[in-house]
């Protein structure tokens, strides 16, 4: 079974990706807009959630 946190991670990695690629705004380095900043920042939560929970489960 995949991984639910993981599975949100990349799907918000995508959504932010997809942004953009078409926000005219926005870049892989710069966050323009506001829903740019906003998919970013569920992105990198996600990630440092899913990141967290590797390195808790590598020290057990």
Do not use: I, V
């Amino acid at each position: 079974m995949p991984d639910d946190l993981s599975h949100r991670y990349q799907t918000a990695h995508r959504a932010w990706q997809l942004h953009t690629e078409s926000c005219h705004d926005c870049t892989l380095a710069t966050l323009g807009c506001p829903a740019g900043k906003r998919l970013f920042e569920s992105f990198a939560r996600l990630q440092d959630a899913y990141l967290t929970r590797l390195n808790q489960r590598r020290k057990r």
